[in-house]
C-alpha cells in the first residue's frame, strides 16, 4: 500500500466537496462543477495525428479529443442533424466503421514474450493460443489499474497490447530494464478501424471472405482489404456485433483500406460514427480515466474477475490484489469508493458530460460522483456509472444526483436515482466477467 499518513490523507479530500471521501487517492478527481467550456481545441504537431484523421475530417468530423496523444474524432453527426443519438441509431440497427487508431499497438515479440507478457497482466497469458486474444489489466504493485488493453496474440513469440490511454509502452519497457526478458517492446505501424453493428458480420464475410463467420469472440485471422493486409479480430467497445481492422503499415494503407470499407459498406447503409459511449455504458464496459485510473483497484470497479484465485505465475501488483481480496472476503472493504451502476430520472442525456456530476444520499449530502451517464433509448431512462460509498453500493440503493440545468427535471432539483445491475442491456457476446458469473466464478481464465 502506498506510505502516506491518515493526516496526509484526510488534507487530500476535495477542497470543493469535502464530503466526497476521497482520502485514500493522492490526486482526487477534480469534481469543481465547470460546465461546457467555450474553448477551441488546438490542432498542433505536438499531438500525433492518425494515419486516419484527414478521412475522418473528410467523413465530417466536427469534434475531437486527445486520447494516447492522438486526435481522436468524438462526433460526426451535427447536434441539429441528431447529434451523437442519431450516430447510435445507426450503430444498434446497421453497421458504422470508427477511427479508433488512438488504440496504439504495442508489440512485445521474442523468446520470452509469453513469460513477460505473464508477468504484467493479472490474467493468465499461457492460457491464450495463438491467433486469439483477451480482455486484460496491468495493475502496478499497489494494485492500481495502468491501462486494460485488448491482448491480441499473433504467434506464439509475438503479442500487441491494443492500448486504452495511458503511456503504456514506456511501463512495458521500464519493467525490463531490469528483468532483461528477452523480448523486443515497441510501438508499431498498425492502426485499427471498428465495424461495429448488427450488419458487421455480413459486411465482414463481403470484404474478406466467409470464413469470418467462424471467428470465435476474441479470435483473430489475417485477411487483405483493398488490396492491404490486415489482421481482423471479433471485438470492439460496444454490446453490439462488431469487429476490430488493424491495418498493418497504416501510415501507407490507411486510404485504400478506409475507402474499401466505405465502398462496399455503402449498400448496408454504414455511417462513419464516434466511438458508441452511449453504448458501451449499457454493455458495463469501462472507459479508462474516466471511470477508473491508476489509482483504481479492479475491486472497485467490476474488474474482480481479472484477478484469478488460481494463477501459479507472478504478476506485477499479485501481492496486493490478493491482500485487498482477503479483506473483501472477510467482508472488509478496502476503499472509500466502489463504481455503481444507476438509472436516473432527468431529461435524456444525450451527449458527453463535461464534469463529474455528484451523487447525493436521499437527505442530500453529496457523497459521489457520476463517470459516464447517458440515455438508454430501449430502457426508456437515463444510466449511468458512478462512484459512491461501499455503504449506498447495494442494488435498490436510493440516491440523487445533481444534474446541470440542462437535464434537470425541476430547475434547482436533484433527479432520482438508483443503484442497479451492470450491464444494462445484454451484449451478443457476454463478457468473461458475465460468463464467469454464469459458471459461479468471480474470476476469469
Known amino acids: 500500500m502506498l506510505d502516506v499518513t491518515s493526516t496526509e490523507l484526510g488534507a487530500r479530500a476535495h477542497p470543493n466537496v469535502p464530503t466526497v471521501d476521497q482520502s485514500d487517492r493522492l490526486v482526487p478527481f477534480n469534481l469543481r462543477q465547470s460546465g461546457p467550456t467555450p474553448v477551441q481545441m488546438l490542432i498542433s504537431t505536438r499531438v500525433r495525428k492518425s494515419p486516419f484523421w484527414h478521412l475522418s475530417v473528410e467523413a465530417g468530423a466536427w469534434r475531437a479529443t486527445v486520447y494516447n496523444r492522438m486526435y481522436h474524432p468524438r462526433g460526426y453527426v451535427r447536434p441539429e442533424d441528431g447529434g451523437a443519438m442519431a450516430e447510435y441509431d445507426v450503430l444498434v440497427n446497421r453497421v458504422t466503421l470508427w477511427n479508433v487508431a488512438v488504440e496504439r499497438q504495442i508489440r512485445v515479440q521474442g523468446p520470452d514474450a509469453e513469460a513477460f507478457v505473464d508477468f504484467v497482466i493479472t490474467r493468465d497469458a499461457t492460457k491464450i493460443k495463438p491467433m486469439h486474444g483477451k480482455y486484460c489489466i496491468l495493475c502496478n504493485e499497489a494494485g492500481g489499474i495502468l491501462n486494460d488493453p485488448v491482448l491480441l496474440r499473433l ?114 447503409g454504414l455511417r462513419v460514427i464516434a466511438p458508441a459511449h452511449h453504448r458501451r455504458i449499457a454493455a458495463g464496459i469501462l472507459s479508462w480515466g474516466q471511470d477508473l485510473d491508476a489509482e483504481t483497484s479492479p475491486f472497485q470497479v467490476n474488474l474482480a474477475y481479472q ?76 444510466i449511468a456509472l458512478g462512484y459512491v460509498p461501499y455503504s ?26 438508483v443503484v442497479c445491475e451492470v450491464p444494462f442491456r445484454p451484449s451478443v457476446n457476454p463478457s468473461a466477467r458475465e460468463r464467469a458469473v454464469a459458471a459461479g466464478r468471480d474470476w476469469a481464465f
Open 155 to 268: 504467434s506464439e513469440e509475438e503479442f500487441w497490447f491494443s492500448i486504452s490511454d495511458s503511456d503504456l509502452m514506456f511501463w512495458l519497457q521500464g519493467v525490463n530494464v531490469g528483468r532483461r526478458f528477452d523480448v523486443d517492446i515497441a510501438e508499431i505501424d498498425v492502426a485499427p478501424l471498428q465495424i461495429q453493428g448488427p450488419l458487421s458480420e455480413d459486411l465482414m464475410a463481403e470484404l474478406v471472405g466467409e470464413s469470418v463467420r467462424s471467428i470465435p469472440y476474441y479470435g483473430l485471422m489475417e485477411a487483405e482489404i483493398g488490396g492491404c493486409s490486415v489482421v481482423v479480430s471479433q471485438t470492439g467497445f460496444t454490446g453490439e456485433k462488431g469487429y476490430e481492422v488493424y491495418v498493418r503499415d497504416a501510415t501507407l494503407n490507411a486510404e485504400a483500406v478506409w475507402y474499401a470499407i466505405r465502398g462496399t459498406g455503402a449498400s448496408y
Open 307 to 382: 484477478v484469478p484465485r488460481k494463477k501459479v505465475g507472478d504478476y506485477i501488483g499479485k501481492a496486493e490484489l490478493e491482500r485487498q481480496r482477503e479483506l473483501i472476503d472477510a467482508d472488509q472493504y478496502p476503499f472509500q469508493q466502489k463504481l455503481v451502476g444507476m438509472k436516473l430520472g432527468g431529461q435524456p442525456i444525450t451527449d458527453y458530460a463535461p464534469d463529474f456530476w455528484l451523487i447525493t444520499d436521499p437527505d442530500g449530502n453529496r457523497i459521489g460522483y457520476v463517470t459516464s451517464p447517458w440515455w438508454s433509448p430501449e430502457l426508456e431512462t437515463n
Open 392 to 417: 449506498a453500493s447495494a442494488i435498490g440503493t436510493q440516491l440523487k444526483v445533481e444534474l446541470p440545468e440542462a437535464y434537470s427535471e425541476v430547475s434547482g432539483q436533484s433527479v432520482d436515482a
